[in-house]
Each structure stands twice: as C-alpha cells, then as structure tokens.
C-alpha cells in the first residue's frame, strides 16, 4: 500500500467524484480508478460505493479515511523532521507584484511558527511572469493568481479576488456604478510584455488582444493609467492611488488566487507551506 495510492482515496473521498478529485490531484480519471480499484483489492474490502448519483463511502472506506489522513499527515511530518535535521533548509518562495496582502503576512506568520528553523527567501516577480520563476527553476514555490500555463505544475486554489477597471478619476466612466468589458472597446489599454504567458494576457486584457504602453509591475500599471488616459484591468480591493478610480466589472470573472509547485520538485516544506497557505486563505 503506497503512500500515493492513499492519496489518491483520500482526494475522492473528499470530493466524492472521481472527475473532481482527478483534477485536483492534476491526473487523468483512468489511472485514478484503477489506483483505487488496486486499493480495494489490496485490502480486500469495498472502499466506495459507485452509482449514477455519486460515490459514497462504506463502512470500510470511512474507516480508511480517518487512517489515511492521519498516515498522511505523519509520513510529512517525518520528512519534514528529517529534511530539517539534515541541515539548515531554505525555501524560496515567488510572490506575484506588490506583496502587502494582510493575508500574505498571516501566512508568513502561521509558516514561521509551524517551521521556524527555516530560512524563507522571498522573490517579488513582475506581472510579465505569473509563476513567479517557477517554470526558471528560480522559486521553489510561487504565491499568485492565474490563469497561466499549468504544464509541469501543480496548483492549488486559494480564493478568487472581483475585479474591475482602472481608471483616471477625471475620466467620464469613472462616475459609472459599474462597467462592461464593451464599455471599454474603443480604448487603449496598458499590456505586458510580449512572450507573457498567453493565458494570463488574454485575462488581463478581458479576454481581447489590446494595445498600448507595455507595463511590467504594478506601479507601471497606474502610472499609464494616470499619464495616458489608457485602461486596465485591477483588483476591485486595491487602493487605486491618488488620482486614479477603480469601478467594478460585471462581465469579469474573478481573479483566482493559488498556490503552485513544480510537480518534479515537491518537498514536504513546499507541501505544508501549501497546506499552510489553503488554512490561512480559507479563514
């Protein structure tokens, strides 16, 4: 019995769907049923019980969940000792653009008290890289929002952040109660850089290819607003500056937030900073 077999019942489980909790574990449904079907064998009891309504767990299954949970829980812990006793550790952690989320410094928080002999390195990433370097190599884990090119990664949501569009204060749409995506056509709007992931530009662009000064951090993003009349997009919960207005966009979906790892480079510091990170997002 694997460690990531366990995982793997533990994800359906706790989602009660094999699609949903494939894609929560970034693998194909197949190999997921066939795990949890070897489990059943291995163990020689029914784990689940599988209908056109859903799955549900048996007796047997319930049992295991308990177990797994805690299995899982102590083999991380047991890493983490021993990635620890090894020597002194380090992680380098990517934070997209400006990094004064209250919620960012609960987490820096909540991580220092759980592993306070680790030295965490931060690097600030501009918004030409949504994975904050990770792809490089350059961050071992990456705080950010997406959606970018999820090849090779894994991610886990956060939450999901409204947005709405960047103004100057003195532009007429600045009066409005809220805009849409129309509402802003004929404008120039500030972009980033080409070769930025295109997944990412396309949302930050409301879904239309755009055109207008090229802007790398956030600061850069104001300052074209409030220099060139052009728009964007922002968080709705971001102080806009002196001089600039934020309305909100109905037509926009919300901005996700997540926590991603290289798939081939998970340690259990990256693990339980994840772990850590989805505690102090979710209260």
């Not at 100057?168 to 930025?196: E, H, I, K, M, Y």
């Not at 000064?213 to 919960?237: F, H, I, M």
């Amino acid at each position: 019995m694997e460690l990531r077999t366990l995982r793997y019942f533990v994800a359906v489980a706790e989602e009660l769907h094999f699609g949903r909790a494939a894609r929560r574990l970034h693998i194909s449904q197949p190999p997921l049923s066939r795990a949890v079907k070897q489990l059943e064998t291995d163990l020689g009891a029914r784990l689940l019980d599988r209908s056109p309504n859903g799955v549900s767990l048996t007796p047997a299954g319930a049992v295991l969940l308990d177990e797994a949970r805690a299995l899982l829980l102590r083999a991380d812990r047991v890493r983490g000792r021993v990635s620890e006793a090894a020597g002194p550790a380090v992680l380098t952690v990517g934070i997209l653009g400006e990094s004064g989320d209250p919620r960012a410094l609960r987490l820096a928080d909540a991580y220092r008290r759980r592993h306070p002999q680790v030295e965490v390195r931060v690097r600030e990433a501009d918004l030409s890289d949504p994975t904050c370097g990770l792809h490089a190599g350059a961050v071992d884990v990456a705080l950010t929002r997406g959606p970018f090119d999820e090849t090779g990664l894994t991610v886990h949501g956060l939450g999901a952040d409204p947005v709405g569009a960047l103004l100057r204060r003195d532009d007429p749409l600045a009066r409005q109660v809220s805009l849409r995506l129309r509402d802003l056509t004929d404008r120039r709007w500030f972009v980033f850089p080409a070769g930025t992931d295109h997944l990412w530009q396309a949302y930050w662009g409301g879904g239309e290819p755009r055109e207008g000064p090229v802007v790398r951090a956030v600061q850069e993003c104001r300052q074209a607003v409030l220099w060139n009349g052009t728009v964007g997009l922002t968080l709705l919960d971001h102080a806009p500056g002196e001089g600039l207005a934020v309305v909100p966009l109905t037509d926009m979906p919300p901005s996700p937030l997540v926590v991603a790892w290289r798939e081939s480079g998970a340690t259990p510091l990256i693990h339980s900073f994840a772990r850590t990170a989805a505690a102090v997002y979710a209260a």
